[in-house]
Structure formats: structure tokens, C-alpha cells
């Protein structure tokens, strides 16, 4: 799963993905995990938006350089270093997810999202 991803590789533009059709039970109360590694060619520090309704999740990637391969998961903590966030407790039979790039020191801009998955019942 962390090999591919989508990208808006421009601070003006974002990613939107929209899931739609989730059927009852699970529009009670589920958990969307969102996954962001993408790939770097250099070791550099990367800020993004993740944002699903009005939960957003600020994110610093640090991933080592490209010749480094993917190590593992680690959750982000709020405006922290990782490769995942977890939107708890989401409601509804759809919802709309926006990954935003922002510029990092160096520059470059980028909010990959390599995969999601939705877990029920929240909390699980």
C-alpha cells in the first residue's frame, strides 16, 4: 500500500477523495484511518492538512530519503512526525477527505495519501 499514492503537489491545490454507499450499522460510528508516506528524494521536513467534516489533522512528515525503504507505521500525533492519522468517530453513510500541502522549509509542498481504511466500530 505505500508504494503509490496521490498527490497535489501544489500549495494552491488539494487532494479530495469522497467515500460514499457506507451501509448501517457501520454509518453509526466508524474510525478512517488516512496513510501519508509518499516519497521523498531528500531527508526534509513536510507539513500537510488532513481533514474529513470539521476534524483537521496537521501532519509532519520526516520520512528518510527515497533510498530508504518504508520502515513501518507511526501514528501522527497533532503537528507531529508520522505516517498516519486516525479520524475518530465518524458518522454518516459518506464522508469527503482533503489532503493540503503546505510548504516545507526547503520548499517543496506535498500531502500523499496512500491508502484509507475504515474501522467499526469506532474505538476498535
Known amino acids: 500500500m ?3 499514492y496521490l498527490d497535489p503537489r501544489a500549495t494552491a491545490s488539494q487532494a479530495t477523495i469522497t467515500v460514499i454507499g457506507l451501509a448501517s450499522p457501520i454509518s453509526s460510528g466508524y474510525d478512517v484511518y488516512v496513510y501519508c508516506f509518499g516519497d521523498m528524494t531528500s531527508a ?3 507539513p500537510a492538512r488532513y481533514t474529513i467534516g470539521s476534524t483537521t489533522h496537521n501532519v509532519v512528515r520526516t520520512e528518510p ?3 530508504t525503504r518504508f520502515s513501518g507505521y507511526t501514528l501522527a500525533p497533532e503537528a ?3 505516517n498516519y492519522v486516525v479520524f475518530k468517530n465518524v458518522t454518516g453513510a459518506s464522508f469527503k477527505l482533503t489532503a493540503t500541502p503546505e510548504a516545507s522549509a526547503s520548499g517543496a509542498v506535498q500531502a500523499p495519501v496512500n491508502g484509507i481504511r475504515v474501522v467499526y466500530p469506532s474505538g476498535s
Do not use: E, K, T, Y
Request: hydrophobic share 35%; no cysteine.
Open 2 to 4: 505505500m508504494n503509490g
Open 44 to 46: 526534509d521536513s513536510r
Open 65 to 67: 530519503p527515497l533510498v
Open 80 to 82: 507531529g512526525a508520522g
